[in-house]
């Protein structure tokens, strides 16, 4: 009895120790964030979200200095409350030069209404955050992804190991209390987080499960009569759970995905053969890989990121090597997303509640030894923002390097990175120029 009292009051003093490092590290965070940012706005969610993307669409609205812009978000609530699918409207102040005068540090603001020059001319209600359309969803949103090809058309992973396809144009914008989804996906054995469009085939999804499968799908051979869609292929290659999946965004029909068996490996749709891949690399990270990311500018460059703290640069012509190894954050890297525009940014996040910018064209780059000592010369920016594990982050595709991350603490972040910080370098190498 004597011993548990003791291992329960250090679990306890180490768990306070770590709160005050948090609140000490977010204290110096929120201090030099006027420094840091051209825009943040910070939206405390009623319940935490798993998962974020910015839909493609954005609205300017005449003689208004804001643009709208619209997110894709969902709940992740406790056992008894009903869990949504979610649409945000987020209005984004159109670029001024932001005066570090006008930081609102009680509303951790800069750039936003109420807390910029141009923001003083808005309406005093104007809206910056607002949920417009709420969907009853079975279970926690572990994931959702719009469809390229046609954003009205979403994909979200549910905790019961389906996969659900849902027309938000088919929806009311408050919920009904009845789920309804256009298709139910059937055929995986237990939930998971990886899933991936196919930019190039319209309809055509995968996903990876916890199941240790990769399954791809094609909604094209859904009937309205039916609304239970059984999987196209289904790929066994794998020896554990499948953590992430992507469609390469230059060659159609090469998927990779990476797993808790610590490999990463590709596959080649056109091969009959289901039970292994046609490119791996076993033993590549020295623990489970969380995520895979291609590179949208090259064909072959690709990053993973694991719980081993790092993440890896590959060529699929070379698995073999790695090209590089990423190293900055402190604990399991969850997330990774190239930049949209810059093809050497690659965005990652990880369970340190970080979310960091690497520009791979600095790779190799001399440092002094001053520089040294805040990371690599490729470490380009880190978000401090969070007090706990980052959920899901995602570029904006129509305002470059605004940032949406979302975090166990509720916490709904949107954020560019003060251009003095990421303004483009002339001697920038692009990412294919890149040497192993």
Same mark, same amino acid.
């Given at each position: 009895?004597?011993?548990?009292? *003791?291992?329960?009051?250090?679990?306890?003093?180490?768990?306070?120790?770590?709160?005050?490092?948090?609140?000490?590290?977010?204290?110096?965070?929120?201090?030099?964030?006027?420094?840091?940012?051209? $825009?943040?706005?910070?939206?405390?969610?009623?319940?935490?979200?798993?998962?974020?993307?910015?839909?493609?669409? /954005?609205?300017?609205?005449?003689? /208004?200095?804001?643009?709208?812009?619209?997110?894709?978000?969902?709940?992740?609530?406790?056992?008894?409350? #009903?869990?949504? $699918?979610?649409? =945000?409207?987020?209005?984004?102040?159109?670029?001024?030069?932001?005066?570090?005068?006008?930081?609102?540090?009680?509303?951790?603001?800069?750039?936003? !209404?109420?807390?910029?020059?141009?923001?003083?001319?808005?309406?005093?209600?104007?809206?910056?955050?607002?949920?417009?359309?709420?969907?009853?969803?079975?279970?926690?949103?572990?994931? =959702?992804?719009? #469809?390229?090809?046609?954003?009205?058309?979403?994909?979200?992973?549910?905790?019961?190991?389906?996969?659900?396809?849902?027309?938000?144009?088919?929806?009311?914008?408050?919920?009904?209390?009845?789920?309804?989804?256009?298709?139910?996906?059937?055929?995986?054995?237990?939930?998971?987080?990886?899933? %991936?469009?196919?930019?190039?085939?319209?309809?055509? $999804?995968?996903?990876?499960?916890?199941?240790?499968?990769?399954?791809?799908?094609?909604?094209?051979?859904?009937?309205?009569?039916?609304?239970?869609?059984?999987?196209?292929?289904?790929?066994?290659?794998?020896?554990?759970?499948?953590?992430?999946?992507?469609?390469?965004?230059?060659?159609?029909?090469?998927?990779?995905?990476?797993?808790?068996?610590?490999?990463?490996?590709?596959?080649?749709?056109?091969?009959?053969?289901?039970?292994?891949?046609?490119?791996?690399?076993?033993?590549?990270?020295?623990?489970?890989? %969380?995520?895979?990311?291609?590179?949208?500018?090259?064909?072959?460059?690709?990053?993973?990121?694991?719980?081993?703290?790092?993440?890896?640069?590959?060529?699929?012509?070379?698995?073999?090597?790695?090209?590089?190894?990423?190293?900055?954050?402190?604990?399991? *890297?969850?997330?990774?997303?190239?930049?949209?525009?810059?093809?050497?940014?690659?965005?990652?996040?990880?369970?340190?509640?970080?979310?960091?910018?690497?520009?791979?064209? /600095?790779?190799?780059?001399? #440092?002094?030894?001053?520089?040294?000592?805040?990371?690599?010369?490729?470490?380009?920016?880190?978000?401090?923002?969070?007090?706990?594990?980052?959920?899901? !982050?995602?570029?904006?595709?129509?305002?470059?390097? *605004?940032?949406?991350?979302? =975090?166990?603490? %509720?916490?709904? #972040?949107?954020?560019?990175?003060?251009?003095?910080?990421?303004?483009?370098?002339?001697?920038? *190498?692009?990412?294919?120029?890149?040497?192993?």
């Amino acid at each position: 009895m004597d011993e548990d009292m *003791v291992d329960y009051d250090q679990v306890r003093e180490a768990a306070l120790t770590e709160e005050k490092l948090i609140n000490e590290e977010y204290k110096t965070w929120k201090k030099n964030a006027p420094y840091l940012y051209d $825009l943040m706005l910070s939206t405390a969610l009623e319940w935490p979200t798993l998962t974020t993307q910015w839909l493609p669409d /954005k609205q300017d609205v005449p003689d /208004k200095d804001f643009s709208t812009h619209r997110l894709l978000i969902g709940t992740h609530t406790n056992d008894d409350a #009903q869990n949504y $699918l979610e649409i =945000a409207q987020v209005q984004l102040p159109k670029p001024v030069t932001p005066d570090m005068q006008d930081y609102d540090e009680d509303r951790e603001e800069i750039g936003g !209404f109420g807390g910029s020059v141009s923001a003083k001319k808005a309406p005093p209600n104007e809206v910056k955050f607002q949920i417009i359309q709420r969907i009853d969803h079975k279970g926690e949103v572990n994931k =959702a992804r719009y #469809q390229p090809q046609n954003p009205n058309l979403i994909a979200t992973w549910c905790t019961d190991s389906r996969v659900m396809i849902w027309d938000k144009s088919k929806h009311s914008s408050m919920p009904t209390g009845v789920v309804n989804p256009q298709m139910e996906l059937q055929g995986h054995k237990a939930e998971g987080f990886g899933m %991936n469009w196919s930019p190039h085939q319209t309809g055509h $999804l995968a996903t990876g499960s916890e199941d240790m499968t990769v399954r791809i799908w094609d909604l094209q051979a859904y009937t309205p009569s039916n609304k239970l869609l059984n999987p196209a292929r289904t790929f066994t290659h794998h020896q554990a759970i499948v953590n992430d999946v992507q469609y390469n965004l230059k060659i159609p029909h090469l998927v990779g995905s990476v797993s808790d068996d610590i490999s990463l490996q590709i596959v080649d749709l056109r091969d009959d053969a289901s039970d292994k891949s046609v490119l791996k690399t076993e033993g590549c990270h020295g623990d489970a890989i %969380n995520a895979i990311s291609f590179n949208p500018a090259s064909d072959c460059i690709l990053a993973t990121g694991s719980a081993d703290k790092t993440i890896g640069i590959w060529d699929l012509r070379n698995l073999k090597v790695k090209l590089h190894a990423l190293t900055g954050h402190n604990d399991s *890297v969850t997330s990774l997303d190239w930049h949209p525009f810059e093809q050497s940014i690659l965005g990652s996040s990880s369970a340190d509640r970080r979310v960091i910018f690497w520009d791979l064209a /600095k790779v190799g780059e001399e #440092q002094t030894p001053e520089d040294s000592e805040d990371g690599p010369p490729e470490l380009l920016f880190m978000h401090g923002g969070h007090t706990n594990r980052i959920s899901d !982050f995602s570029w904006n595709p129509n305002d470059p390097w *605004v940032m949406c991350s979302a =975090a166990e603490d %509720n916490l709904l #972040q949107v954020w560019r990175v003060a251009n003095a910080i990421v303004g483009k370098d002339a001697d920038d *190498v692009p990412v294919d120029e890149l040497e192993a």
